[in-house]
């Protein structure tokens, strides 16, 4: 028997897909992994923990020729493989699902965002047609899932629009241990330093934690480390036209261990998203990170993320589209370096008790326990 996991826009190391889901089936079902990339970086080896990557070939900058080629692609490598089961992670797979099905694989699409409330706010198309093509996607993947053997939903509230009896919630929870510190150093001792750590864009709060940044220059030299990559990627060049740019380091996509490190140095964790539709009932993977770290967070106060932060008493809410707010919160964790220790160690505690990887590591496999034929 053999599991393929196949990703046509994520890289071969993302967080949800390579370091969590594969690696935990690797070890607990008995099973060959394999992951199917589309990454450009060359073939892969059978790693540690038992997962070969095989890649592709590069994406394509047009996304049409990606969707086309990379689906053409994956098709020719799952022949290849003859897979018992393929879980997906891209609604463009969906295609490629349905016709899987037609010849007797098993599978599992594991949905990342609500995406027909995510194509609402596709920077790349054109607004009058953002509608219509939510509304499209909306009826095709309404279909599919009825077709497909799992659901894997990345949180309770995208679990709610796919049928019941076939899926579950599998959620971003932070794997322990991974990013926390044995001996942190104190708060105190740390460098002025704000971390952000994934996906880089206007709709994360990008502008406004610059301008932040600049205003809170007047009192305190702190200075924003940015993890992660841009979207689009021509955004980097205008934050660089900003005031605030001066006082950020940009260090790119980094590897588990680097970020790590990083947090451990950083005095608070920024999750500024946009109350957008796809945002407000998001659990979005870096905040549990910062508190997987110890790390106080400055979160967007929606209603979801005021429950978990208030609940855990781990940080401070602030509207993401008030550069002001988020100024006054990130000077009041410089100036009350014991109570923002405090919050960060209350964040890690409750990762420890409640938001980790290992209940929902025992959710994924207990599926696959159900569909591999020779359970």
Same mark, same amino acid.
């Given at each position: ?184 150093? !104190?708060? /105190? ?5 704000? =971390?952000? *750590? ?7 709060? $990008?502008?406004? #934690? ?109 509207? !993401?589209? /008030? ?5 006054? =919160?990130? *000077? ?7 109570? $923002?220790?405090? #919050? ?32």
């Amino acid at each position: 028997m053999h599991v393929v996991h196949i990703t046509s826009v994520h890289p071969r190391d993302d967080i949800r897909i390579r370091v969590k889901e594969c690696a935990s089936l690797a070890s607990r079902i008995n099973q060959p992994v394999t992951l199917l990339v589309q990454d450009g970086k060359g073939p892969g080896e059978i790693s540690s923990d038992n997962i070969k990557t095989v890649d592709i070939g590069s994406k394509s900058k047009n996304r049409i020729l990606r969707i086309i080629i990379g689906s053409l692609r994956m098709w020719r490598a799952l022949s290849a493989i003859k897979p018992s089961i393929v879980h997906f992670h891209d609604p463009e797979l969906i295609p490629i699902g349905l016709a899987l099905k037609l010849f007797g694989v098993k599978v599992i699409y594991d949905v990342h965002e609500d995406v027909p409330k995510q194509i609402q706010n596709k920077h790349w198309i054109p607004k009058i047609l953002r509608g219509p093509v939510s509304s499209i996607f909306w009826a095709v993947e309404w279909i599919a899932v009825r077709i497909f053997d799992g659901i894997v939903a990345a949180t309770p509230a995208i679990a709610t629009r796919f049928p019941e009896s076939k899926t579950i919630t599998v959620q971003n929870f932070p794997i322990l241990n991974e990013l926390s510190n044995s001996n942190p150093e !104190p708060m /105190d001792k740390r460098p002025f330093d704000a =971390a952000y *750590v994934g996906v880089i864009g206007r709709h994360r709060g $990008a502008i406004e #934690m610059l301008q932040a940044l600049d205003l809170v220059q007047k009192k305190y030299p702190l200075r924003l480390s940015l993890y992660g990559t841009y979207s689009p990627a021509s955004l980097r060049n205008d934050l660089m036209t900003k005031s605030g740019w001066a006082s950020v380091d940009d260090f790119g996509w980094v590897g588990r261990g680097t970020v790590a490190r990083s947090l451990a140095r950083a005095r608070m964790g920024l999750v500024l998203f946009m109350p957008l539709p796809n945002h407000i009932n998001s659990q979005p993977n870096k905040l549990f990170e910062y508190m997987s770290a110890g790390l106080p967070v400055i979160a967007s106060d929606f209603p979801l993320w005021r429950e978990i932060v208030e609940g855990a008493k781990c940080g401070l809410l602030v509207d !993401p589209s /008030d550069p002001v707010k988020i100024a006054d =919160a990130m *000077v009041w964790i410089l100036e009350h370096p014991q109570e $923002a220790e405090t #919050m960060g160690n209350r964040g890690r505690k409750t990762v420890e008790e409640k938001y980790n990887w290992e209940s929902e590591a025992s959710k994924l496999v207990n599926l696959y326990n159900k569909l591999l034929p020779d359970k």
